[in-house]
């Protein structure tokens, strides 16, 4: 018998409340200056389908209500944990005072590879996200843990930064 598409009834997907209950894995994501409200939208859907712990919104990026969000988040905004923090800077060094271990994803000098990346067990992490043309700013990376980045084999410099948080969820939760 050939496979069959599954129906969203078959899928059984957590209603919004159960989700908001449900526990989360151990980290969280930080968009800082992110320009795209449709690539903050996709961020959210990320966010809820890999049940991240919280999403922080910094700098000039979009936040909740706003179309454009809501289109690509489709619904995500009301089950995924979200707040602005306008200082990325100090956003991150009160996570690292708090245990979170910071990883910015950019390519940088010192960075590693996806594939090497190994999290510490028990950790929770914070990944950064930067703006779509400029990247992570100097200063995050700088105060970062660690610098991630993802192999890339073609001819682009970068990958949209909503893929990237896709890749940077499915991995860690891989490896933890």
């Known amino acids: 018998m050939p496979p069959r598409k599954l129906s969203l009834s078959d899928l059984n997907r957590l209603s919004v409340d159960d989700f908001k209950d449900a526990e989360k ?9 992110i320009r795209s409200l449709n690539n903050v939208g996709s961020v959210f859907r990320t966010a ?19 179309r454009d969000i809501t289109k690509t988040a489709l619904g995500a905004t009301e089950s995924v944990d979200w707040q602005y923090v306008g200082d990325v800077v100090a956003l991150i060094r009160q996570l690292q005072a708090d245990g979170w271990v910071v990883a910015a994803v950019e390519q940088a000098d010192g960075s ?26 100097e200063e995050v990376v700088q105060l970062a843990d660690v610098v ?6 073609g001819t682009k410099h970068s ?9 940077i969820c499915w991995d860690f939760l891989q490896k933890t």
Do not use: M
């Open 112 to 137: 590693v590879s996806l594939t090497d990346f190994k999290p510490e067990l028990n950790k929770p992490y914070a990944f950064v996200l930067g703006n779509e043309v400029t990247g992570v700013r």
């Open 48 to 66: 809820d389908a890999f049940r991240a712990q919280k999403l922080y919104l910094c700098g000039i990026t979009g936040q909740p209500p706003h």
């Open 148 to 153: 991630l980045e993802i192999p890339q084999f």
């Open 25 to 33: 894995f151990s980290y969280c994501l930080i968009l800082d200056d």
């Open 159 to 167: 990958l949209n930064v909503a893929v990237t948080t896709g890749i």
